[in-house]
């Protein structure tokens, strides 16, 4: 695939889908600063210096105002940015166009086709003759994962001469993948080579992705380093909880249904489900848990909250909450079958399989009927009933609401990011890091959480130098 | 005013904004009646016996599937429906569309002018030669104002000759009130005489409306038997409740801001203000309360939240939430130039002056800055921060929000219309109802619960003989 | 029954338990001042007047430090007063020490027999020659109780000659009070009329009174006016709530048990079911309501609780408190005998016999094992298995608990009474009040509400003129 | 010191305070054990195999019912038990009375002076001519404490001759101590050394000891291995909080205040402080913290609650929670004089001197006066001011209440103390376990809690091989 890219006054790429919407981005992208001290904090902090000077920045992360004030304060601290989205769902074209015209190269629009959006990311990868980026920051990892299957490709190629085969797996997206790395190879050879070379480190801020690479890590075939910002106890304690609360908040409201009075089933009691629960609890539905970690259950029943099995509350439910999944699926056609009429499942879980909509899609006769955006009513043929799925089974917070799918990004989380940026550009010939996934250092961490404390009129207690000792 | 009126198949008169959407209209009310137990029971429960066989019913009531779903409770039990909204902004024309082509008449469209507002009204009252309506369905009083207004000119007329005069008042509202009425004297000089003689009584919904109603039987002015639905224990406890939570927890998001850490000033800790300062501090806000009666204000304190006066606390607070106002104001524009930059204010009250509007649009260079749907940015020529103002300072439950304005309406407090109506119909010719303001009696409030309960799987139980005694 | 009196050194009657511990209950008693800061603040603002001066006033109200605080801001304002308690086991015996050295008469101690009990009222109504009290301070209505049946005596006597029966009824109560009356009509056959001709009115502050009391206002029977501070809102909103709580909190730590992981069973869910239901969610049970009424089923359903009869869940749940009873039992035997071994039972109605006593004391071959004070086991004979109960199936409020039985008393509910004595007596020439039950006048209970915030700390908005009108 | 040893009708050793309530004290034991149903559990599980046959257990562990519970369960397995106490106010002498009776030697009273507390230790530990135990229960730390230091003294004895000196610290525990220690050398040079031979291992409870243990694992002091209990996460997510909160909920109930209303200052945000914060507001508390840790005061910040400094705050608060110490103070006595009159305070962090008694005990004229069990009020003698400390400012959970000093313990944290102590004994001579501090395996951790969970009626969803996968 190859699409036209425009140039901005500045010579700066970009791809946009409506360049006269950059005032509005601007002004959207300046009420979002208000939201986020601590990222902007960094500016006037570390700006002056110009830390990252010289650095090229990757980012492959959702594109939104928010992100676009994570972009500029990378520009404010030196880096040089190009950017693509990590969903093809939660681009805000206006904040798009914002950032093409005034801060940063930047490849995105909301509804990509997958084609479209792996294309994007090669072009946020490309900087030209020069070779790839120093760093990248991740939000799901597809980024890193080009760069990992292109230096697999061009090292059969050069040891057998065998371009891949995107007909050899069955994957979609995989076959995308490899037709891009195919057509690339013809290019040249050694592209991803080079990117791998130039590379100083990746942060990669979702919890699929570390867990991906940390496999990788352990079987050795990690490619440089990465600080994991996903685990950030600002971003565990905060962004995490706080963007899925915010986001689940407008979760139901698609269906316009009063939860008050509903039994909600939450299928697993981890972070997320703890929140999900608390969150149903409070707006008055009775919850029940499915679980098969002891200590999980064990919570919840010392929360007050049954602890079920889904066969036994399936036909008695109103809402059905799947909070954490697997590649498998938790939540079957076979248990949609049993549902009361228009019970309500949705997908708070990164696994786009723990619902099965396979099985839904597949199922002969069946009817999909799209009354809300993204809100469909499948009725199965022989009963006329239906059960009601949210975004298509997928992950409720980004790719569900009407107006900002991805509305509320926590200051913290992409203070984290420069935080981590900063410090493997800072470290990148002292050779502290390896080709290992890392924490962020516990320090940086907090620097983040007082930079935010600044702004929210919080008054921190000084240690007394006898009390340190 | 005269629009063109169409007619439907079945030769109902309708004004709409698109009839094409009727399908969809339609699944959207079948979806409404899944989450109206109490409502639906209805049907079934009163409507062999058809017991508003031959009543015609005026409804002045916000027009949502779920008000579809009433409409249709009324005529399943024998009535003919003629309706208007009560509110320009909250009409769903999808919902008008069906309702047009399948129950009723109706006179309804998103985004009336005030003129065309009254307009509507004058077609839901108009039954034709056999004057006016049985029986009125309100949520606000327009309807019934204008026949108070309409006997009160036709009084003046018959003994002086008089017509009334728009010009004579600098309300706007009321211009357009003592236009219509000045061009109806021209045709039928007894037209408001007549609805009058016909109508049987009415059922009224909303506290500001009940509350006019009530100054109007104290000094003897009431036309007619009115029963209070608003303060119904069905309409009381939950759906005033629920109404306001659920569209209040959409009320933030329009900003787009994270509310945890944030300060929230809640104006008024009545009922509406204990409800919308629990949901602040379940999503993380420290809220403080304004207070002017000291049981509420001991309440406050009681319940752990700080009470302060705005003066003390305008400088710090991010999110203002008037819920009780009066004629003259709560947050005036000075209070607004002392705000942090980008405070959010919105008013859950039903009073539109709760929020000094005509203070900010005539502040001299100020600028205003729509950056979502109903989402204003206030900017101070001076200082260049600014305020922003949800819904144009009006009640937020219903003007705001994209998609659904008015999305949760409980099952109860349409139940509760139905009993009101088959009351004040059934008690038609026994005197039972004089010209007053009546609450909804006892064991009509329970049925409404019992048929609400029985939809949500709870177990009532039975008080026994000797127990009763 | 006739008990020696003694005289304080002012030559005031009293009859206490230990003199010795009036040192320490003065201590408790400044103690319970700090916490009371609308009672105090009376004694400042009304005490320079002396309004009450020459005013004897009765109480019959449970004696502890803070009812100590409640009496000497009686005399602080100039009445005298005589003192019993309305309960016979929630007296603290150092609190009447003090009391009787330092500010009034007073007959009462920890552990009176019933007989005991009626004595200690008929000497506080007994002001010597000039008969009885000016005003009466009820708790319980025992006092009133006992003047109504003596003048029904009195009038029996006069017209027929014939003494009451003690004889003629089964209840032991009623038999201890006919023989009191009896063995009084020797003595003087016109005491009652002589206290029903002196008595200005009555202030009373619980349910079960209030509601008998309205019952002999409807059948015409009742002798004198009654303020209900009951249903003063700064009663029902504060004390009646935080009353029971904080009595409440110590309910079960008596069985020694864990609330969290349990399943808890609360009878009736109206304000205190709905108090008690609250605090044992949040101590992590998993609470299941029984209801009778409609409406309280659908608010428990709303609030995410489920609704079951007794029935059903009587062999599954840990706990059972009953919060609202009848004159025939809630938790019978045979429910007893289905719980599970070691299930708590607890009452907090004030109902003796919400709680079958009677069939569990006479159930064949029972063992009652006390293991904690008024804790206790009931096994019965065939499977070994028992149920624990509290107080004796008594109100756990008051009869329960170590060291402090009726631990909190809010400073609002007593200021209460003082405003209600204030008003009876300064109105009692005007006619203001006739022989009914009337409510706090609306201004007094915001004076309360107003005394009390200055303490806290709260800043009350004062409504401008242009507002107010 | 010697004090008498007696021995039961078996011969086991025992010095009790009053032999008579033993029965008393196996009804206590009962009933506790069905509240702990993952311990009783094990001994149908593991009962069978007698795994811990021929195992001599010392248990350095408050001696309550529950603790009887444990006891049993040891025996119950198979082991040998002797018992003391790790605190000398938490002893329930009935349950001591019934365990020394019927299972284990063990020296507790309530109310053991220092000397006292240390003798018992030395009588727990001497297991006759064959050495000490081969496991050690410990909750505190001190049994270990006394064998380190008794090995020290043994080995400077051997090199040097000298004896250890009690009079060589100020630290009067240490006094004891070495007096111990010097006094046994006399008798046995190598007592402490034949002890470490025989020791196989050790559990430990609490976070201070365990803190501690891991230091010495650092700078290789550490004689043997341990499993540090308190980090389990059915101890930390359960014990711990219920725990705190139970004994907690009587915290202040002692100074019979009214919790609503009040402002309630919690010194540290950790687990601790957390929970006591929601405890405060969920009881009506407007509640500020206090804290160093920047992301702790970020999560108050993000709950609503304020975070100030001590000193801004220290004159408007009523109640002072310190849940988190040091050794040189968090509350100083120049603090104390800045509060409010009757202020209370207390501590439930493990650090005496978190809360500055030494400074309020030697302030100059200053009263103390207890007026309810462990509950005094200091005065200032200027001022006449005083504060109230509850607990004399130790940790208030065990310390404090009138009857339970150690009311709730769960199940949870003793049958993780069984699970240690299986381990340990199990892997004796494997070599699994070295000089080191472990953590308890996973695995043991997750089977109590699912042995917990048979008890609460929850269903666990068994994970499917496929999605095992």
Not at 117 to 124: D, F, L, N, R
Not at 312 to 328: L, R
Request: net charge negative; charged share 20%.
């Amino acid at each position: 695939m190859a699409l036209p890219v425009e140039r901005a006054a500045s010579r700066r790429e970009y791809k946009v889908k409506d360049k006269s919407q950059a005032d509005f981005g601007r002004l959207q992208i300046e009420l979002a600063e208000d939201q986020m001290p601590a990222l902007v904090s960094c500016r006037s902090v570390f700006g002056p210096s110009q830390p990252l000077k010289g650095a090229r920045i990757t980012g492959n992360l959702h594109v939104t105002p928010q992100t676009a004030v994570l972009i500029e304060t990378f520009t404010a601290l030196g880096a040089k940015a190009r950017w693509c989205s990590s969903n093809t769902f939660s681009t805000q074209d206006h904040a798009v166009a914002a950032i093409a015209r005034d801060s940063a190269a930047v490849f995105a629009w909301k509804g990509e086709t997958p084609q479209e959006y792996w294309w994007c990311i090669e072009q946020a990868l490309d900087w030209g003759p020069g070779g790839g980026p120093d760093l990248i920051v991740g939000d799901g990892g597809d980024a890193i994962l080009l760069i990992h299957e292109g230096i697999k490709a061009e090292e059969a190629y050069e040891s057998t001469g065998n371009l891949p085969d995107p007909a050899s797996t069955n994957n979609p997206e995989l076959q995308i993948l490899l037709t891009i790395i195919r057509d690339g190879l013809a290019t040249d050879p050694q592209r991803y080579h080079k990117m791998k070379e130039r590379l100083v480190g990746v942060s990669e801020a979702t919890a699929t992705a570390v867990e991906r690479l940390y496999g990788m890590q352990a079987n050795g075939t990690l490619l440089f380093p990465v600080i994991n910002v996903n685990d950030a106890v600002t971003e565990t304690k905060f962004q995490n909880l706080c963007g899925c609360r915010a986001s689940g908040d407008g979760l139901l409201m698609a269906a316009d249904v009063e939860i008050a009075g509903k039994v909600a089933v939450v299928c697993g009691y981890g972070v997320v489900g703890k929140d999900r629960a608390a969150a149903l609890k409070e707006a008055g539905a009775r919850v029940i848990v499915i679980e098969i970690d002891p200590i999980c259950a064990l919570q919840a029943v010392h929360e007050g909250i049954q602890v079920q099995t889904l066969e036994d509350v399936v036909s008695e439910a109103d809402i059905f909450v799947v909070t954490a999944g697997s590649s498998k699926g938790i939540i079957m056609v076979d248990h949609m079958r049993k549902m009361k009429n228009n019970a309500i499942i949705c997908n708070v879980s990164p696994f786009d399989n723990a619902i099965d909509m396979l099985g839904l899609e597949t199922f002969p006769g069946r009817k999909r009927i799209t009354f809300n955006p993204q809100t469909d009513r499948w009725v199965f043929p022989d009963t006329e009933l239906g059960v009601i799925v949210l975004a298509e089974g997928r992950l409720v917070n980004l790719g569900h609401a009407t107006g900002h799918p991805c509305s509320v990004t926590s200051s913290c989380s992409f203070a984290n990011q420069v935080m981590a940026q900063l410090e493997l550009w800072m470290e990148r010939d002292t050779g502290k890091y390896e080709k290992k996934v890392y924490a962020l250092p516990k320090h940086l961490d907090e620097k983040v959480a007082i930079l935010h404390l600044g702004k929210l009129g919080a008054k921190l207690t000084k240690l007394s130098k006898e009390h340190a000792d």
